[in-house]
C-alpha cells in the first residue's frame, strides 16, 4: 500500500509557477515510479511526467521545458515545478504512485491559471 498526500495546488496568473509536492507513505525507492497526472473538466486524464525508481524522467510533450519533476529521497517526496504556466494547464493534478502493478493516487489538487 502507498499512501499520497499532494499539496501546492492554487490560481496563478498567466506565466507565474507553482510547485506542487506530493509526499509518500513509504520509501520512494520501493516504489517503481511515481509520476503526475492532470485532468481538466470534459478531458481524460494525462500523464504531466513522470520520475522512475532509478530517476529517469519522462514529460509530456505539452509541459517539456516548462515544468521538472524532482524528487527528496530522505523526505519520499515527489515535486512539480510548473513554470511560464498557460490557461490551458488549468486542471485537477493528481499525484501517481506505481508499485508492483498497482497504481496509487493522491487526492488531487486544483491549479487554476487565470489568462
Known amino acids: 500500500q502507498v499512501q499520497l498526500a499532494e499539496s501546492g495546488g492554487g490560481l496563478v496568473q498567466a506565466g507565474g509557477s507553482l510547485r506542487l509536492s506530493c509526499a509518500a507513505s513509504?520509501?520512494?525507492?520501493?516504489?517503481?515510479?511515481m509520476g503526475w497526472y492532470r485532468q481538466a473538466p470534459g478531458k481524460q486524464r494525462e500523464l504531466v511526467a513522470v520520475i522512475t525508481n532509478g530517476g529517469s524522467t519522462n514529460y509530456a510533450d505539452s509541459v517539456k521545458d516548462r515544468f521538472t519533476i524532482s524528487r527528496d529521497t530522505a523526505k519520499n517526496t515527489v515535486y512539480l515545478q510548473m513554470n511560464s504556466l498557460k490557461a490551458e494547464d488549468t486542471a485537477v493534478y493528481y499525484c501517481n504512485a506505481r508499485r508492483i502493478l498497482v497504481n496509487y493516487w493522491g487526492q488531487g489538487t486544483q491549479v487554476t491559471v487565470s489568462s
Open positions: 513509504r520509501s520512494i525507492f520501493t516504489i517503481n515510479s
